[in-house]
């Protein structure tokens, strides 16, 4: 599912774009993988993700798992960089 200030929430299909604020719910079973320019994004079953600002040569990227499991494979950061806001700090 896709929920967006700016939109009611939404089953996503195939082909469909995410944007800057969706936030992607994930049930049992299910997964969403999506890619921004070489950058590829997972999220798996039962989770909650939130894209803040997708990764650019003149912005840093940064998203929240606010719980559950994501994956990231990262391209063409720039000098900005990543960050991911995760449910639990390692230390």
Not at 12 to 17: D, L, Q, T, V
Not at 50 to 73: D, H, I, L, M
């Amino acid at each position: 599912m896709l929920k967006n200030p700016k939109h009611s929430p939404k089953q996503i299909s195939k082909g469909e774009f995410i944007e800057v604020g969706d936030i992607i719910l994930t049930g049992n079973g299910s997964s969403l993988t999506f890619t921004f320019q070489k950058s590829e994004f997972k999220v798996l079953a039962n989770s909650t993700f939130t894209v803040q600002e997708f990764p650019t040569q003149e912005k840093e990227g940064n998203v929240e798992v606010k719980s559950g499991f994501a994956w990231f494979k990262l391209a063409n950061l720039g000098k900005l960089g990543f960050k991911a806001n995760l449910p639990q700090q390692l230390q």
